[in-house]
C-alpha cells in the first residue's frame, strides 16, 4: 500500500511539473484525436523546440503563444503519401494549397516520376524550404529511361545493372522506397521480372514499393495480382496508388479488396491510397496505345505520318472506348494544354467540335492526336463510380491522398483534389455522408500513413513526436474547389504548425517555411 502511494504521489509530482512548464505554443480546450484511431478527449498540447512535449491537462501551463481550440480538434498534421509536387516546388514554397487542406508532409515521386538525382534534389529542397516536409521516391520510368531511353524492349545485363545502381545509389540518399506506374512510358515497356529485379534493390535498403498498375479498368484483377507478386517476390511492403477502378468493373471493389486481404493474410504488407472523387487526372498520353509512343515524340510523329500504322493507332482506340464503355470522349477534361490554354475546361468532345469536326470516335482520336504532336496536355478524366468511392474509402488499410502537386494559383484547370482531398472526407464523407468515422479518417490521414513510410516520429500526438499539427472545426470543414472552378482553398482549418512553426493562423497562411526532408530507413549521411 505504501509504495501504490508513493507511486501515485510521484506521477502526481510529474504530471503537476508538466503542468507548470513554460511552451513555445499551447494549444487549449481541445477536442484531441491522436491519429491511433482511438476516441477523442479534451485537452491541451505544448509545443517545445519543434516537438509535442505533453499532451493532457496542461491548465497551469504558459507559453509564449497560446491557442484556443475550444470546440475545434487538435490532430497530428495530414500525411499525403501520393503527391507529385517536382517542378513546383520554386514556384510556389508556401505550398499553400497543401496547408489549407491540413497537410504537413508530402511524399513525392510516385507513379514511377522522380527527380533523377535524388541527392541533388534533396539539396535543393533542404536550401529553397518548403512550407510542408518531404519525403521522395525513386521512380521507375526516370531510372529506366536513364539507362536505356524510351526503348520498347527488356533491358540488357549492362543496362538493368545500371538501374540497380542508381536505385541503390537513391536509396542511400533517403528515398523511401521504389515506385513504377506501369501505364507509362517507358515504364509500360518492362516485364514484371524487370521490375521485381529492381524492387530487390530497394527492398535490401528497407524501402517501400508503390505502384501506378498497369490497369485500372478492365484488367483491374491481373494488375492487382501483379502488383502483389513484385512484393511477394521482393520481400517487401506493397502500397497501391490511387486505388479505383472504371468500366466495365465498377460494383467490382468488395473482389479488388479480398485480394487486398488475402496478401495480408499471406503476411504480404499490402495497403491502399485513394483520392475522394470520381474522377481521375492525368496526361492525355494515357488514352495512346504505349507502342506508339516508343522512343518519344519524333517517332510519334513518324508513325502517324504512315496511314497503316494510323489505322491500326485508330482501331486500338476505338477498341479501348468499346471496352470502357464509352460512345466517345466525352469523359475526358484539359486541365492544361499549354499549346492553346483557351482550350483548358473543355472535354475532348467539345474541342472536336470546335475544330468543324464530327462527334465520332474517329475525329475525336484525330483531335487527340494533334494535342499529342502539339506537346500533349493534363488530363481529368471522368470514369468511377461514387459508390466504389465509398467502398474504399470504408476498408481499414487505405490512406488518403491528393495524387496533386503544388498548385500555382489561377494556373491551368486543375482537378480540385489537389486543393480539397482531405477537407472534403471530413466534411462529406465523415459529416455529411457518416461513410466513416472522424477518428478513422484522422488515423487514414497520420498514423497510417506515417506507419506505412516509417515516419516514427510522425503521425500521432503525443511527447516526443515531432510538432505536426492540424486545428480544424469538425462543423465546418469543407472543400470548395470544384472541377469549373478549382482554385479554391478549402475551409475549416484554423490552424496548422509544421515542426512547431505556426504555419497557417486564424485560417491565414503566415509565410513560415518550416518543412524539412524526411528520408528513408537506409539513409546514409
Given at each position: 500500500?505504501?509504495?501504490?502511494?508513493?507511486?501515485?504521489?510521484?506521477?502526481a509530482?510529474?504530471?503537476?511539473?508538466?503542468?507548470?512548464?513554460?511552451?513555445?505554443?499551447?494549444?487549449?480546450?481541445?477536442?484531441?484525436?491522436?491519429?491511433?484511431?482511438?476516441?477523442?478527449f479534451?485537452?491541451?498540447?505544448?509545443?517545445?523546440?519543434?516537438?509535442?512535449?505533453?499532451?493532457?491537462?496542461?491548465?497551469?501551463?504558459t507559453?509564449?503563444?497560446?491557442?484556443?481550440?475550444?470546440?475545434?480538434?487538435?490532430?497530428?498534421?495530414?500525411?499525403?503519401?501520393?503527391?507529385?509536387?517536382?517542378?513546383d516546388e520554386?514556384?510556389?514554397?508556401?505550398?499553400d494549397?497543401?496547408?489549407?487542406?491540413?497537410?504537413?508532409?508530402v511524399?513525392?515521386?510516385?507513379?514511377?516520376?522522380?527527380?533523377?538525382?535524388?541527392?541533388?534534389?534533396?539539396?535543393?529542397?533542404?536550401?529553397?524550404?518548403?512550407?510542408?516536409?518531404?519525403?521522395?521516391?525513386i521512380?521507375?520510368?526516370?531510372?529506366?529511361?536513364?539507362?536505356?531511353?524510351?526503348?520498347?524492349?527488356?533491358?540488357?545485363?549492362?543496362?538493368?545493372?545500371?538501374?540497380?545502381?542508381?536505385i541503390?545509389?537513391a536509396?542511400?540518399?533517403?528515398?523511401?522506397?521504389?515506385?513504377?506506374?506501369?501505364?507509362?512510358?517507358p515504364?509500360?515497356?518492362?516485364?514484371?521480372?524487370?521490375?521485381?529485379?529492381?524492387?530487390?534493390?530497394?527492398?535490401?535498403y528497407?524501402?517501400?514499393?508503390?505502384s501506378?498498375?498497369?490497369?485500372?479498368?478492365?484488367?483491374?484483377?491481373?494488375?492487382?495480382?501483379?502488383?502483389?507478386?513484385?512484393?511477394?517476390?521482393a520481400?517487401?511492403?506493397?502500397?497501391?496508388?490511387?486505388?479505383?477502378?472504371?468500366?466495365p468493373?465498377?460494383?467490382?471493389?468488395?473482389?479488388?479488396?479480398?485480394?487486398?486481404?488475402?496478401?495480408?493474410?499471406?503476411?504480404?504488407?499490402?495497403?491502399?491510397?485513394?483520392?475522394?472523387?470520381?474522377?481521375?487526372?492525368?496526361?492525355?498520353?494515357?488514352?495512346?496505345?504505349?507502342?506508339?509512343?516508343?522512343?518519344?515524340?519524333?517517332?510519334?510523329?513518324?508513325?502517324?505520318?504512315?496511314?497503316?500504322?494510323?489505322?491500326?493507332?485508330?482501331?486500338?482506340?476505338?477498341?479501348?472506348?468499346?471496352?470502357?464503355?464509352r460512345?466517345?470522349?466525352?469523359?475526358a477534361?484539359?486541365?492544361?494544354?499549354?499549346?492553346?490554354?483557351?482550350l483548358?475546361?473543355?472535354?475532348?468532345?467539345?474541342?472536336?467540335?470546335?475544330?468543324?469536326?464530327?462527334?465520332?470516335?474517329?475525329?475525336?482520336i484525330r483531335?487527340?492526336?494533334?494535342?499529342?504532336?502539339?506537346?500533349?496536355?493534363?488530363?481529368?478524366?471522368?470514369?468511377?463510380?461514387?459508390?466504389?468511392?465509398?467502398?474504399?474509402?470504408?476498408?481499414?488499410y487505405?490512406?488518403i491522398?491528393?495524387?496533386a502537386?503544388?498548385?500555382?494559383?489561377?494556373?491551368?484547370?486543375?482537378?480540385?483534389?489537389?486543393?480539397?482531398?482531405?477537407?472534403?472526407?471530413?466534411?462529406?464523407?465523415v459529416?455529411?455522408?457518416?461513410?466513416?468515422?472522424?477518428?478513422d479518417?484522422?488515423?487514414?490521414?497520420?498514423?497510417?500513413?506515417?506507419?506505412k513510410?516509417?515516419?516514427?516520429?510522425?503521425?500521432?500526438?503525443?511527447?516526443?513526436?515531432?510538432?505536426?499539427v492540424?486545428?480544424?472545426d469538425?462543423?465546418?470543414?469543407?472543400?470548395?474547389?470544384?472541377?469549373?472552378?478549382?482554385h479554391?482553398?478549402?475551409?475549416?482549418?484554423?490552424?496548422?504548425?509544421?515542426?512547431?512553426?505556426?504555419?497557417?493562423?486564424?485560417?491565414?497562411?503566415t509565410?513560415?517555411?518550416?518543412?524539412?526532408?524526411?528520408?528513408?530507413?537506409?539513409?546514409?549521411?
Amino acid at each position: 500500500m505504501r509504495k501504490t502511494a508513493l507511486s501515485i504521489l510521484f506521477a502526481a509530482c510529474f504530471i503537476g511539473a508538466a503542468a507548470q512548464q513554460r511552451f513555445d505554443v499551447l494549444i487549449k480546450n481541445g477536442r484531441i484525436i491522436d491519429g491511433s484511431g482511438n476516441p477523442w478527449f479534451k485537452g491541451d498540447v505544448g509545443i517545445k523546440a519543434g516537438k509535442i512535449a505533453a499532451v493532457g491537462n496542461l491548465q497551469n501551463a504558459t507559453a509564449a503563444k497560446t491557442l484556443d481550440a475550444g470546440g475545434l480538434v487538435v490532430a497530428p498534421g495530414f500525411i499525403d503519401v501520393h503527391t507529385h509536387i517536382e517542378d513546383d516546388e520554386r514556384k510556389q514554397p508556401t505550398a499553400d494549397n497543401f496547408i489549407y487542406d491540413g497537410v504537413t508532409t508530402v511524399v513525392t515521386g510516385n507513379c514511377g516520376s522522380s527527380e533523377n538525382d535524388l541527392p541533388r534534389y534533396f539539396s535543393f529542397i533542404d536550401s529553397l524550404r518548403l512550407s510542408v516536409n518531404v519525403a521522395s521516391f525513386i521512380g521507375h520510368n526516370n531510372v529506366r529511361r536513364a539507362a536505356m531511353g524510351m526503348a520498347m524492349r527488356e533491358p540488357s545485363a549492362a543496362e538493368l545493372d545500371k538501374m540497380r545502381s542508381h536505385i541503390a545509389g537513391a536509396m542511400k540518399a533517403g528515398a523511401v522506397g521504389f515506385s513504377t506506374g506501369l501505364i507509362y512510358t517507358p515504364g509500360t515497356y518492362s516485364k514484371s521480372q524487370e521490375v521485381i529485379e529492381l524492387a530487390k534493390v530497394a527492398a535490401s535498403y528497407g524501402g517501400l514499393y508503390t505502384s501506378h498498375m498497369r490497369s485500372e479498368a478492365d484488367k483491374i484483377f491481373e494488375a492487382i495480382d501483379e502488383t502483389i507478386n513484385i512484393g511477394r517476390q521482393a520481400k517487401m511492403r506493397v502500397e497501391i496508388s490511387h486505388f479505383k477502378v472504371g468500366k466495365p468493373n465498377w460494383g467490382r471493389t468488395a473482389e479488388m479488396i479480398e485480394k487486398v486481404e488475402d496478401a495480408r493474410l499471406e503476411g504480404i504488407d499490402v495497403t491502399v491510397d485513394q483520392y475522394p472523387y470520381t474522377a481521375s487526372s492525368t496526361g492525355l498520353s494515357s488514352i495512346i496505345p504505349s507502342w506508339a509512343l516508343a522512343d518519344g515524340t519524333d517517332s510519334l510523329k513518324a508513325r502517324l505520318k504512315n496511314p497503316q500504322i494510323y489505322k491500326k493507332l485508330e482501331a486500338e482506340m476505338v477498341g479501348d472506348l468499346k471496352r470502357r464503355q464509352r460512345k466517345n470522349f466525352d469523359y475526358a477534361m484539359v486541365a492544361n494544354y499549354r499549346a492553346d490554354t483557351s482550350l483548358n475546361g473543355k472535354s475532348i468532345m467539345e474541342i472536336n467540335r470546335l475544330r468543324g469536326r464530327k462527334s465520332r470516335p474517329a475525329d475525336e482520336i484525330r483531335t487527340i492526336l494533334e494535342m499529342m504532336e502539339n506537346g500533349g496536355a493534363q488530363m481529368v478524366f471522368h470514369g468511377m463510380d461514387e459508390q466504389d468511392v465509398e467502398k474504399i474509402m470504408q476498408y481499414p488499410y487505405t490512406m488518403i491522398a491528393s495524387d496533386a502537386s503544388i498548385r500555382v494559383w489561377n494556373e491551368g484547370v486543375p482537378h480540385p483534389r489537389g486543393y480539397g482531398s482531405n477537407a472534403r472526407v471530413l466534411g462529406r464523407y465523415v459529416r455529411e455522408k457518416k461513410i466513416i468515422r472522424l477518428e478513422d479518417a484522422i488515423r487514414k490521414m497520420t498514423s497510417l500513413p506515417a506507419q506505412k513510410m516509417e515516419f516514427k516520429d510522425r503521425g500521432l500526438l503525443k511527447a516526443g513526436m515531432a510538432a505536426d499539427v492540424v486545428v480544424f472545426d469538425p462543423a465546418t470543414v469543407a472543400d470548395k474547389s470544384v472541377y469549373n472552378k478549382p482554385h479554391q482553398y478549402s475551409t475549416g482549418f484554423r490552424y496548422v504548425l509544421v515542426n512547431g512553426a505556426l504555419t497557417l493562423d486564424n485560417e491565414k497562411h503566415t509565410g513560415a517555411r518550416a518543412g524539412t526532408i524526411l528520408r528513408g530507413p537506409s539513409y546514409e549521411k
